[in-house]
């Protein structure tokens, strides 16, 4: 992995693990760019936690090397892209994958990861500073789709808190006091601020309802309306695609479930009796800020 | 509810009904040492609507007073109702308000120890105590009620067990403290889920929870595939479970209901899968839900 941003960095120790003899890429002292690879132990453990899969499409921003990205394609049978600012690392990544027979799904491109299109990744990892990772948030937040995975090297996202961290002990590690790696992991959480109508069984008919959302990365908040009443959203959060939340009291209380779409909403509500029925919704309005 | 209720079996009690009672010696009953203080119409209002009294709904209101509380729940909404006080004169004019508006046959009111209610058959309870008697209440509401039994209060809470809802009433007529509001507060009696349960999943993973729950909280552990997972945004709001266990791309969220000896509903998984489930205890299941 490789941290690119030569505006953003200040200077890190650059270092080399050479584990794997086709990636026996000397560190070269490019500029200000710090170029740290990523022990193999990480890479897995980045993999594992973003569940990559056969299927997926995975970009790694500042792909060094192209070990995460070789490694999900020779393991778990993904398509990858490595996104690298150093035509000699994007020269090397690509031998490698030739020589290891996944080229066909495992491409490099010299680009700044911050022009490069992430829209279209499923997963997508990277071992960056913490002042880049929060300028590629609202891209992420904005652009990529509901459940990708977005998992980072020892970075966090600031107030987007991750669904899940976890940390490895990493001995070989050659940056840092502490020898070990945090990782994390976040859904890209459905887009669901705004007004959305829909119709709700209750015990006494049905009822129409107007609901607005406010969001705040996975937590939802916001108002339930019907006629002159007003409930308070409640337990609201996205998962991802999948969004959860309640509203109503006692007799009346629904607990709804489902997955969102960009102007749609269809899942499962339960009543106060744990009676389910399908239910949907529509978007009317866009929030007008996330 | 329209008497702060006492119990025979507290005399003590005369001097803490006195010292929140002063501004009502008006509307004291002259005799013994229980206040009444009617509930204003805009809180009977309030309670019925908050409880969502309807149709087939029995109530039980403890401390019944005038039976104003009933009446209305039986006449707007064809509930029926059993109200209890101490006083056998508002025991007798309740009956006989009843029976005047036809009601006689939906609603009777008993002179009793609201201590010694059988509250069970109760699908919403209304109340207008004091907050002592509330909190001396709290276990057997929590464990005689059926899960899912509405509880409405006025102006007293339950102490650390959180109201659903909750509004605040404008009383300019109000006899009783300094501000001329009321507050209605409302629970919904929930499963007792805590113990161990055995899930399964169809065509899926089984399961083995440790559930504690604080009234409508729900936490605790799951051991899933030889990995113990921690049970993250448990709620249990009446019969209607709720909580997830793993994160991330493990992540499963489990909704359903229960009446505490079962409870089965739908699971989703991380990727969105739905998969219907149900969970059974392995031992006998708690009579009572226990208040930490």
Known sequence: ?290 | MQSCFSRRALPLLAALLLAVSGAAQAQQHPSEETPYVPSPRGVVDAMLTLAGVRGGDHLIDLGSGDGVILLTAASRYGASGLGVDIDARLVKRSNAAALAAGLGGRVRFVEQDLFKTDIAPATVLTLYLLPEFNMALRQTILDKLRPGTRVVSHDADMGDWQPEASVEVQVPEKTVGVRKTSMVYMWTVPARLEGRWQVRIDGGEAIEVDLMQRFQQVFGRASRAGRTQSVERGLVQGRVVFFQIGMGNDALFFSGSSNGARISGSATDARGRVQHWRAARPGATPTTLSVR
């Not at chain 1, 398509?79 to 150093?86: A, H, K, P, V």
């Not at chain 1, 992430?118 to 880049?132: F, H, K, Q, S």
């Open chain 1, 1 to 290: 992995m490789r941290v690119i941003a030569s505006s953003l960095l200040s200077a890190v120790a650059a270092a080399t693990v050479l584990s794997v003899s086709v990636w026996a890429v000397p560190a070269l002292a490019l500029e200000e760019v710090p170029y740290v690879q990523t022990p193999d132990k990480v890479v897995e453990g980045m993999l594992e936690l973003a569940a990559a899969r056969s299927g997926d499409y995975l970009i790694d921003l500042g792909s060094g090397d192209g070990r995460i990205v070789i490694t999900a394609a020779l393991k778990r049978g993904t398509r990858g892209l490595g996104i690298e600012i150093d035509p000699r690392l994007v020269e090397k990544s690509r031998a490698a994958a030739k020589q290891l027979g996944v080229s066909g799904r495992a491409d490099f491109v010299v680009q700044d990861l911050f022009e490069t299109d992430i829209r279209t990744a499923d997963v997508l990892t990277m071992y960056l500073l913490p002042d880049v990772n929060l300028a590629l948030r609202p891209r992420i937040l904005a652009q990529m789709k509901p459940g990708a995975r977005v998992v980072s090297h020892d970075w966090d996202m600031g107030d987007w808190k991750p669904d899940m961290s976890v940390t490895l002990a990493v001995p070989e590690k050659k940056i840092g006091l502490n020898k070990s790696s945090t990782l994390h992991l976040w859904l890209v959480p459905a887009r669901v601020a705004g007004t959305w109508r829909t119709r709700v069984p209750l015990s006494k008919g049905v009822m129409d309802v107007e609901i607005d959302i406010e969001q705040k990365f996975q937590e939802l908040a916001g108002r339930a309306r019907s006629g002159d009443r007003v409930l308070p959203v409640e337990r609201g959060f996205v998962h991802g695609e999948l969004l959860f939340f309640r509203f109503g009291n006692g007799a009346d209380t629904l607990l709804f479930k489902g997955r969102a779409t960009a102007d749609r909403m269809v899942g499962r509500v339960t009543d106060a009796e744990g009676r389910e029925y399908p239910w949907r919704a529509l978007r009317k309005t866009a929030a007008a800020g996330r």
